[in-house]
Nanobody
């Protein structure tokens, strides 16, 4: 069982920056890929960025060059640095990870979400 707790959301003006952080805790053998998803008003959930345990990254086209995902394996955290924010980035951002349990299963976990609002 993994619990993911996000922090760092808030209200920011267009062009500003925010840094989201997600901390994983609980009982697990290994954290595999971790990522950030978001769901804006009237939109479906979409992948924003993800990072593998080996450090490979993948970004949505809409955030490339503006957002940077990183992780700290020792602390079991994943961050999302968001620069040059646009009103279109307004959404609830969810931390995500998949983890291997001690008994050999792999599950996907979600955080509770943190609101990011970008004013025009």
């Amino acid at each position: 069982q993994v619990q993911l707790v996000e922090s760092g959301g808030g209200l920011v003006q267009a062009g500003g920056s925010l840094r989201l952080s997600c901390a994983a805790s609980g009982s697990f053998f290994r954290l595999n890929a971790m990522g950030w998803y978001r769901q804006g008003p009237g939109k479906q959930r979409e992948l924003v960025a993800q990072i593998t345990s080996g450090g490979s990254t993948n970004y949505a086209d809409s955030v490339k060059g503006r957002f940077t995902i990183s992780r700290d394996g020792a602390k079991n955290t994943v961050d999302l640095q968001m620069n040059s924010l646009k009103p279109e980035d307004t959404a609830v951002y969810y931390c995500n990870c998949n983890a291997d349990t001690y008994y050999g299963s792999r599950y996907t976990y979600w955080g509770q979400g943190t609101q990011v609002t970008v004013s025009s």
